[in-house]
T-cell receptor, first 112, second 109 residues
Framework: NAGVTQTPKFRVLKTGQSMTLLCAQDMNHEYMYWYRQDPGMGLRLIHYSVGEGTTAKGEVPDGYNVSRLKKQNFLLGLESAAPSQTSVYFC???????????FGPGTRLTVL | KNEVEQSPQNLTAQEGEFITINCSYSVGISALHWLQQHPGGGIVSLFMLSSGKKKHGRLIATINIQEKHSSLHITASHPRDSAVYICAVSRGDGQNFVFGPGTRLSVLP
């Protein structure tokens, strides 16, 4: 089993460009999450999904959109990247909301 | 005041030392989680506990629900234990995890 995978691992964007981060999990988990991690701060939830076809806002959703068209995939989109979105992005999944989460390896995004 | 706090923020230890990392929280929880973030960035879950104590190898996690406090202990520390240790709580009321800021541990040989 691959667990949780993320693509790409690194990306550099210019302000105003768009991109999509892909998260895939092969554990048949219902719950999937997108977090960002910034220096000196804990993980902050951007958006999450409680099942195929559902999405919900987290703590810091502005500037991001998500989609969960298939149970195993959770996409995070940046429509018009800003320097404030420079961060490391982690995807995670879990069988139920309160159970342990399994994390992907992270995507390091730099917006110039 | 953050809902989940950790201490210390940074910790340097010599190989072989006994290490304690603390987590305190101010909200009602259904479970508390300890995670480890390796220097390369990967995050793994170490423990999930709602009462008492759990042990895995040299790692021990305890929780005191009444005092809203948890500790992560590492016995006979080793340089490979160097990582950021993150405390998180699940609130069991339809809310998502709340993460602490992490404790950066460096174990010197």
């Amino acid at each position: 089993n691959a667990g949780v995978t993320q693509t790409p691992k690194f990306r550099v964007l210019k302000t105003g460009q768009s991109m999509t981060l892909l998260c895939a999990q092969d554990m048949n988990h219902e719950y999937m999450y997108w977090y960002r991690q910034d220096p000196g701060m804990g993980l902050r939830l951007i958006h999450y999904s409680v099942g195929e076809g559902t999405t919900a806002k987290g703590e810091v959703p502005d500037g991001y959109n998500v989609s969960r068209l298939k149970k195993q995939n959770f996409l995070l989109g940046l429509e018009s990247a800003a320097p404030s979105q420079t961060s490391v992005y982690f995807c995670a999944s879990s069988y139920e909301r309160d159970l342990a989460q399994f994390f992907g390896p992270g995507t390091r995004l730099t917006v110039l | 005041k953050n809902e989940v706090e950790q201490s210390p923020q940074n910790l340097t230890a010599q190989e072989g030392e006994f290490i304690t990392i603390n987590c305190s929280y101010s909200v009602g929880i259904s479970a508390l989680h300890w995670l480890q973030q390796h220097p390369g960035g990967g995050i793994v879950s170490l423990f999930m506990l709602s009462s008492g104590k759990k042990k895995h190898g040299r790692l021990i996690a305890t929780i005191n629900i009444q005092e809203k406090h948890s500790s992560l202990h590492i016995t006979a520390s080793h340089p490979r234990d160097s990582a950021v240790y993150i405390c998180a709580v699940s609130r069991g009321d339809g809310q998502n995890f709340v993460f602490g800021p992490g404790t950066r541990l460096s174990v010197l040989p």
